[in-house]
């Protein structure tokens, strides 16, 4: 088993679906970040979860909705996205608030979403 | 705020050369971390190196190595000995207090190592 795991690692949908991206750390990290990486554009946090609270929400629309049922889960539920939302979306774990510094996040492979 | 400039858009490095990839950042918090990911076409993001703000010695991590001046808030990293495998994006990020709850990640630059 790899450390994070994403699925799906691509997903196509239309602008009035709704789909969810789910996250699978097996590193017994407690905290998890949805990140978006858009062409030529630094990777942007989007939500932060340390012990499945949500301490972290860099101004996201609401058509993102993130769900941390535990530790180890995150989900990324998406409605009404827009062509714009098309990007690279990468979950990653790092062992948590107060845990030493050195300790890298790790990611996943991330998934392509492409907004039709 | 943080923040991470990666000037070099894309280097060309001919394999077993070593190359320098360069970072400079900006924060006002005393303590902090400097992280250094590559990025293959694949997508993953993988960790590198990291340095400590209050660290005494340049981090070394096999080939990778951080040539870290405090002073010039400068973080670049060295690949020695460059193997076609090093081809991907190349991104540094720094992150608050030390930790690495939250990184905050430059541009990203693009290695190509040539046979």
């Known amino acids: 088993e790899t450390g994070v795991t994403q699925t799906p690692r691509h997903l196509v949908m239309g602008m009035t679906n709704k789909k969810s991206l789910k996250c699978e750390q097996h590193?017994?990290?407690?905290?998890m970040y949805w990140y978006k990486q858009s062409a030529k554009k630094p990777l942007e946090l989007m939500f932060v979860?340390?012990?499945?609270?949500?301490?972290e929400n860099n101004s996201v629309p609401s058509r993102f909705s993130p769900e941390c049922p535990n530790s180890s889960h995150l989900f990324l539920h998406l409605h009404t996205l827009q062509p714009e939302d098309s990007a690279l979306y990468l979950c990653?774990?790092?062992?948590?608030?107060?845990?030493?510094?050195?300790?890298?996040?790790?990611f996943g492979d991330g998934t392509r979403l492409s907004i039709l | 705020a943080q923040k991470i400039t990666q000037t070099q858009p894309g280097m060309f490095v001919q394999e077993k050369e070593a190359v320098t990839l360069d970072c400079t950042y900006d924060?006002?918090?005393?303590?902090?971390?400097l992280f250094w990911y590559k990025q293959p076409s694949s997508g993953e993001m993988i960790f590198l190196i990291y340095?400590?703000?209050?660290?005494?010695q340049n981090a070394t991590e096999g080939r990778y190595s951080l040539n870290f001046q405090k002073a010039r808030k400068s973080a670049n990293l060295v690949i020695s000995a460059s193997q076609l495998g090093d081809s991907a994006m190349y991104f540094c990020?720094?992150?608050?207090?030390?930790?690495?709850?939250?990184?905050?990640f430059g541009k990203g630059m693009k290695l190509t190592v040539n046979p």
């Open positions: 924060t006002s918090d005393p303590s902090y971390g």
């Open positions: 979860y340390n012990f499945k609270e949500q301490t």
């Open positions: 990020a720094v992150s608050a207090q030390g930790g690495s709850e939250k990184l905050v």
């Open positions: 990653a774990s790092s062992p948590g608030t107060g845990f030493d510094s050195n300790q890298p996040q790790h």
């Open positions: 340095q400590g703000s209050y660290d005494q």
């Open positions: 590193l017994g990290h407690n905290a």
